[in-house]
């Protein structure tokens, strides 16, 4: 079985300036989910898809942080604008039932942001 | 309510020693507790997990103990490797629940 796919793995932005991640995650995974990880930290949850609806997005800066899964399948996370403190890994994960508490998280190895 | 606190925050083990890394939790609804392993450039993983209803859980060298009383968990790893070098984070969720809360990490270096 393939794993939660991301790209791209590594980006450097300035300040200011837009970045976009992808990610594909396990075939019939209902539940998708963006993490943020700052060195020596644990992941915090960004935003929750179950299928194509969001259930929890409220760690999520809006103001500059977006995020979309299309037909409950691949997602997209957009920066806009990028700032320094953005930098950070982004997990993408999946789990196979609607409820995440109590299912394995599998993870994806993750998008390296570096903002200058 | 919602955290989940990880000790402690770095640790460094002889090879063939025992590591422990401990957990406490405050939510008793929480009903679920993974522990994940995280290599250098790469993804969480799950590497065991426990339910409530047993006081401990072991697979291979990696054991959880569970003390629902004192609202804490702890992983051992017995004859600890060096290729046991990796950040474990411990986390807690409801089962039928969304939220998974994570501790903040331990990096383990196990010296050979």
């Known amino acids: 079985e393939a794993g939660v796919a991301q790209s791209p793995r590594y980006k450097i932005i300035e300040k200011r300036q837009s970045v976009a991640f992808w990610c594909n995650p396990i075939s019939g995974h209902a539940t998708l989910y963006w993490y943020q990880q700052i060195l020596g930290q644990g992941p915090k949850l960004l935003i929750q898809?179950?299928?194509?609806?969001?259930v929890d997005d409220s760690q999520l800066p809006k103001d500059r942080f977006s995020a979309e899964r299309l037909k409950g399948v691949d997602s997209t996370l957009k920066i806009q604008p990028a700032k320094l403190e953005d930098s950070a890994v982004y997990l993408c994960?999946?789990?196979?039932?609607?409820w995440g508490g109590g299912n394995t998280i599998y993870f994806g190895e993750g998008s390296w942001l570096t903002v200058v | 309510q919602q955290q989940v606190k990880q000790s402690p925050q770095s640790l460094i083990v002889q090879k063939g020693g025992i590591s422990i890394i401990n957990c406490a939790y405050e939510?008793?609804?929480?009903?679920?507790f993974p522990w994940y392993q995280q290599f250098p450039g790469k993804g969480p993983a799950l590497l065991i997990a426990i339910r409530p209803d047993v006081s401990e859980k072991k697979e291979g060298r990696f054991t959880i103990s569970f003390n629902k009383s004192a609202k804490q968990f702890s992983l051992h790893i017995m004859d600890s490797q060096p290729g046991d070098s990796a950040t474990y984070f411990c986390?807690?969720?409801?089962?039928?629940?969304?939220?998974?809360?994570f501790g903040a990490g331990t990096r383990l270096f196990v010296k050979a």
């Open positions: 986390a807690a969720s409801m089962i039928g629940g969304f939220k998974t809360i």
């Open positions: 898809f179950q299928n194509n609806g969001v």
């Open positions: 994960a999946s789990t196979r039932g609607l």
């Open positions: 939510n008793t609804a929480f009903d679920y």
